[in-house]
């Protein structure tokens, strides 16, 4: 919270004792913010300056978006994210919305996020586990566009590894039933093309003991 004052005499800046790289800044002996001490030195302030209450704010926000930035940045180090991910991500930790944007402009313009990359490499990972339309709804729920979604995912792409993951699925399972495999398919996100496709081509080659049940 800023003090409230029209134009005042920066009158102490101190370094915080729990966080050495901000600082606390007092206005006519009135401690009015703290604020990363690199944002205190690119505005220039320092003890005795004159500054208006509109010139600290600016610098408080400059402020809180390197803080966001600067989060987002590690919790990026720990896996790839999307935009959606990181707008919860800093919004969760208290940011104000048009600071999370602005830090996120700032990843977007130093290539730290991409959602049409993330969206890829997310389908690449992911293709070999879940189908189409499993892949289009966890696409969604990160807030990836619909039209990077259809453009990645279209006509029946993200159904490749469906072969690989029956065979996954019968190698763990002793009795092998058409019924339950089709459901544990579909619950992959699966489209029917593909599940009846897989399922006629192990049939052929005997994965079912003999059953001669329709595919």
């Known amino acids: ?27 006519d002996d009135e401690f ?10 690119a505005a220039r302030l320092k003890i005795g300056k004159e500054i208006s209450q509109s010139e600290l704010v ?11 930035f600067e989060r987002a940045v590690g919790y990026l180090s720990l896996s790839p994210r999307s935009r959606r991910e990181i707008e ?15 830090a996120i402009e700032r990843l977007e313009l130093y290539h730290y996020i991409d959602d049409r990359l993330y969206a890829e490499s997310f389908v ?7 189908g189409e339309f499993r892949l289009k709804s966890e696409l969604k729920k990160r807030g990836i ?13 993200g159904n490749d590894g469906a072969t690989e993951v029956a065979r996954k ?11 339950k495999l089709k459901r544990f398919l579909a619950g992959r996100g699966f489209g029917w093309d593909a599940i009846s496709s897989v399922v006629g081509l192990l049939a052929d080659e005997g994965a079912f003991d003999g059953d001669d049940e329709d595919y």
């Open 1 to 27: 919270m800023v003090y409230n004052y029209i134009m005042g005499k920066i009158t102490d800046i101190s370094q915080q004792k729990r966080n050495k790289s901000r600082v606390n800044i007092f206005i």
């Open 32 to 41: 009015v913010c703290g604020m990363d001490a690199v944002t205190a030195a």
């Open 58 to 68: 600016a610098a408080v926000r400059d402020s809180e978006i390197n803080s966001a």
């Open 88 to 102: 919860k991500y800093l919004t969760d930790k208290s940011y104000s919305r048009e600071v999370a944007q602005a």
């Open 124 to 130: 690449k990972s992911k293709s070999k586990k879940y």
């Open 145 to 157: 566009a619909q039209e990077i979604i259809d453009d990645l995912l279209d006509d029946g792409a």
């Open 169 to 179: 699925y019968l190698r763990s399972h002793r009795s092998a039933d058409k019924q």
